[in-house]
């Protein structure tokens, strides 16, 4: 994936709204991006999605701003944060646009981009990737702690004071593991794996062709 | 008595992380009725995280499909038995990923070049299938039926099927062609096949919001309401699901639900396996696993006691 189209990067937002280079830049680099082109605008994706109601403008809009070049509205949209990937919209689409896959992508988008910045799902997705790398498995606790105070300090403790109850009633039934965490034993050799599958990425960003 | 192994087909097991800590239930008493079935299961060696449905926003789309890979690799080391996952969101990634291993190249060379730092490689010659589409289609109903010894009589199960374990791929060829995507009927059959009855329940395939439900409770309470709900007003006893968030959220939110709402939910919240296992008459604990919910199944720990009485 190489770098979105630079004249509508958030450092010009304002400059210029309108680029529709996104829109060609999305239908290459974005994960089923050309499917966008495909879309009919018939709107079943945003009437079966169930958290429509808090989603700032849906799938439906949120693809016709794609063709419209409206990057900026599109990478600050709530609408790739909020989806919950039950995939109502994917089984039930008559032109089979991937609907989720583009939101994912572009969510991966938008913080590479810097465009997410106070979102919870970025700050979530960060204290998980960082269990998952360094054991190779997702500690539930060490997940949860490190979300509640990447909100900051206070917020942390209030988060964990909130959601106390419910931790004391998972350590009860079982199901909180205790201890330290538990790691794959190949972890080292996951890491390796994952600094690989970033250089390639980054290498293909990057407009190059990885070795 | 009868060799356990005879007749059964091997499947390599990806438990998932959940198995180790919030769907410990499910694991447990997958693995207890597991034999009974005629499934022998071989759990990958050193298997990992499958990314959830989140790692992609930090890891980046090639390392999330490379956990995934890294699985299928190992799975492949133990032979070429199809690979079984009961997790909802393991399914979908693993699932996905080794279909788009099979079918895109591009895909293929990628992940194989980022394998190729730990000395493994996958050719995507693997099936990954659903614990569910293996009971449906692999083991079923009649095989279930033969187990109980318990029936799980007047026990009135609304049958939760959540998202992601019929969508988007329990209509699809590669996914076994199981059940449908709105109306699925394999979790009332189960229920039905252990003596249960299954409540007329609208709200089989809602969502519970997912992960925006973990770190993000406030924009979803209102789904997961809904779900409890539907359950009451029919009657149930218990929820029972096949997905260990959809697990999670129904159970741990209830109380923030009722302080939101003025309701007065505290209906359990069960695995199909937990049914099984209880209807095959096996241990509450050591194979139902049922003090591992925090709402306790309280109908269900007490026909499990009739049978151990
Ligand atoms: S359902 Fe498909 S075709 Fe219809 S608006 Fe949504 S993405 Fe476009
Ligand atoms: S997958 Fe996402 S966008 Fe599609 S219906 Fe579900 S929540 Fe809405």
Redo the contacts with the bound molecule.
């Keep these: 994936m190489s770098a979105a189209p630079a004249a509508a990067s958030a450092a010009s937002a304002g400059r210029r709204q309108y680029d529709l280079g996104f829109a060609r830049w999305v239908y290459q680099h974005v994960e089923g991006g050309d499917k966008v082109a495909m879309c009919m605008q018939c709107g079943m994706?945003?009437g079966?999605?169930?958290?429509?109601t808090a989603?700032d403008h849906?799938?439906r809009k949120l693809f016709m701003m794609i063709r419209a070049g409206m990057k900026e509205a599109v990478l600050t949209s709530n609408?790739i944060w909020?989806?919950?990937?039950?995939?109502?919209?994917?089984v039930r689409c008559p032109r089979k646009v991937p609907?989720?896959a583009i939101?994912q992508s572009l969510a991966t988008v938008a913080v590479k981009e810097g465009y997410a910045p106070t979102q919870s799902t970025p700050k979530f997705s960060k204290a998980f990737w960082l269990s998952v790398a360094r054991f190779g498995r997702t500690d539930e606790r060490l997940v949860t702690a490190l979300y509640y105070f990447s909100h900051g300090l206070k917020e942390g403790i209030r988060r964990a004071l909130e959601n106390l109850p419910i931790a004391l009633r998972m350590i009860k039934a079982g199901r909180m593991h205790l201890g330290l965490p538990h790691r794959a034993k190949g972890a080292a050799d996951l890491r390796a794996i994952l600094a690989k599958a970033e250089d390639i990425e980054r290498a293909e960003r990057a407009g190059g062709k990885p070795s | 008595m009868s060799d356990p192994k005879a007749g059964a087909k091997t499947y390599t097991y990806y438990p998932g992380c959940s198995s180790q800590a919030s769907a410990i239930h499910l694991d447990k008493s997958l693995r207890a009725v597991a034999p009974k079935l005629g499934i022998a299961l071989e759990e990958i060696e050193d298997w990992n995280c499958c990314g959830a449905s989140v790692g992609h926003v930090e890891g980046g789309a090639l390392p999330q499909t490379a956990l995934s890979g890294r699985n299928l690799a190992k799975a492949r080391q133990q032979g070429s038995h199809d690979v079984l996952t009961a997790c909802a969101a393991c399914y979908l990634n693993t699932h996905g990923v080794n279909e788009k291993i099979k079918q895109d190249v591009r895909t293929r060379a990628r992940v194989n070049q980022a394998l190729g730092a730990a000395d493994l490689k996958y050719d995507g010659d693997l099936n990954v299938r659903h614990a569910c589409e293996v009971l449906v289609n692999d083991v079923g109903l009649e095989r279930i039926k033969g187990q109980v010894v318990n029936p799980l009589k007047g026990l009135k199960v609304a049958g939760y099927v959540g998202?992601q374990t019929v969508r988007p791929f329990a209509a699809t060829q590669s996914g076994g062609e199981y059940d449908t995507y709105d109306q699925p009927e394999f979790l009332d059959n189960f229920a039905e096949a252990c003596g249960a009855e299954a409540v007329a329940y609208d709200p089989k395939t809602s969502?519970c919001g997912g992960s925006v439900s973990v770190h993000s409770p406030d924009k979803t309470l209102h789904l997961i309401k809904q779900i409890v709900e539907a359950a009451v007003e029919a009657g149930a006893d218990v929820i029972a699901t096949p997905c260990p968030l959809c697990q999670q959220n129904v159970e741990m939110y209830q109380d923030a639900i009722n302080k939101k709402f003025g309701t007065s939910f505290n209906l359990p919240v069960v695995f199909y396996s937990q049914l099984m296992a209880v209807a095959f008459g096996m241990d509450a604990k050591a194979d139902a696993a049922l003090d591992a919910n925090m709402i306790a199944p309280v109908k269900l720990v007490e026909l499990a006691k009739k049978a151990a009485g």
């Design positions: 994706c945003s079966s999605c169930p958290i429509g989603m849906g799938p609408t909020n989806c919950t990937q039950c995939y109502n919209c994917v609907v989720t939101l | 998202c969502c």
